[in-house]
């Protein structure tokens, strides 16, 4: 059974603080993504990578930093987070060609 | 960059069809796709439809494509209750894809 997993469900953090949010893949897929979902919007693009210590910006990289140190790994960085970055977190990774792309179950993250 | 739209809110009556529509603006695109996305949950894949067929037909579901005007379209045979959800389209470009906003179906008795 293909696995993506997020390390927290619900995440509560203050204005400034450092945050990461991890993601860990059992696929050995090459792609990982990270995206939020915010009501209206859908999905938007913060970055993805396509190899280990690869990346990529996506739509809406500012204020967001990731790593991906392993393959199986791919972290997502908040470096001072603020409020606006409240959101709901997806973590996704995809093989090669067009394999499917699989999510993982999301972390809500509250900034106050 | 690429724009994918769909309407956001959707009520059925269970036991009727449903049907999602979708736009999109990237001609080049390879695939689209159907995600479907239950409270609480991520997003799982549904269906999806390669850009030079025009129908394909999976059990309840029938994806339409019309590549001339961009648009797609998801059709739900006898909805159900368990098919409340928020339903996705997109769109591929290179290995990435973009997603519409989401259309969130309610199934009514």
């Known amino acids: 059974d293909v696995k993506v997993t997020q390390s927290s469900r619900y995440l509560v953090k203050r204005t400034g603080e450092k945050v990461f949010l991890e993601c860990v893949q059992d696929m050995d897929h090459e792609n990982m993504f990270w995206y939020r979902q915010d009501p209206g919007l859908g999905l938007r693009l913060i970055y993805f990578?396509?190899?280990?210590?690869?990346?990529e910006k996506g739509d809406i990289p500012e204020g967001y930093s990731v790593s991906r140190e392993k393959k199986e790994r791919f972290s997502l960085i908040l470096e001072s987070a603020s409020t606006n970055q409240t959101s709901m977190y997806l973590c996704?990774?995809?093989?090669?060609?067009?394999?499917?792309?699989?999510f993982g179950p999301g972390t809500r993250l509250t900034v106050t | 960059g690429e724009d994918v739209e769909q309407s956001l809110f959707l009520s059925v009556r269970e036991g009727d069809s449903s049907v999602i529509n979708c736009t999109y603006t990237d001609s080049s695109s390879t695939y689209l796709y159907w995600y479907k996305q239950e409270p609480g949950a991520g997003l799982q894949l549904l269906t999806y439809i390669f850009s030079n067929m025009d129908m394909k037909q999976d059990q309840r579901l029938t994806v339409l494509l019309n590549k001339k005007d961009k648009h797609l379209s998801l059709r739900i045979a006898d909805t159900q209750t368990g098919d409340s959800a928020i339903y996705f389209c997109a769109e591929s470009h290179d290995y990435k894809l973009s997603f519409g906003a989401g259309t969130t179906v309610t199934v009514r008795a």
């Open positions: 990578s396509y190899d280990v210590k690869m990346k």
């Open positions: 996704a990774s995809r093989g090669t060609g067009n394999d499917e792309q699989y």
